[in-house]
């Protein structure tokens, strides 16, 4: 077995497209092109509540960084308009600042068709709702983790 690690964006770690004209970002791309099998992508995806994210890193006209901003509302996944369908049941079993949830066990509420952990309810702008509408939460991943009272990442500008 070969283990391999990645941190990427929410999308990219979909072991799924949402719908069937969804983009196929990389996970969905290594099971269809046969890289992997789907059984032996096991796809974790972190989730914050009560936390800040790094927004955006800012540079000159020559490219050269400057600076970065912070975020703790937009994109962290439990926002007021921003948030994710199911958040809450996690936040209601959390354990710990974080908690590893594992989502595909035999028997999962998770094998129901809906979206949860994966429709994302967007209050002022259109969301992929349509697109998961009636799809399973494992067709997408097998775990999660629910991560609290979080500052944001340091960009990798900011270390010494």
């Given amino acids: 077995m070969h283990v391999r690690f990645l941190r990427m964006g929410f999308s990219h770690l979909e072991k799924s497209r949402e719908g069937n004209k969804g983009y196929p970002y990389f996970f969905t791309r290594l099971i269809e092109n046969k890289v992997y ?89 259109k969301s992929n709702g349509e697109f998961v509408k009636g799809m399973s939460t494992l067709k997408f991943l097998d775990y999660a983790i629910l991560i609290s009272n979080s500052k944001a990442s340091t960009p990798i500008f900011e270390m010494n």
């Fill in 37 to 125: 099998a789907r059984d032996k992508v096991l796809s974790i995806i972190g989730y914050f509540t009560d936390s800040k994210v790094v927004w955006d890193e800012l540079y000159d006209d020559n490219g050269n960084y400057l600076d970065f901003t912070t975020e703790g509302g937009m994109g962290i996944g439990d926002y007021e308009k921003e948030y994710f369908r199911g958040i809450k049941k996690l936040k209601d079993t959390k354990i710990s600042d974080i908690t590893l949830f594992r989502l595909n066990k035999k028997n999962s509420p998770y094998l129901e068709p809906e979206p949860d952990l994966i429709e994302i309810i967007m209050k002022d702008e």
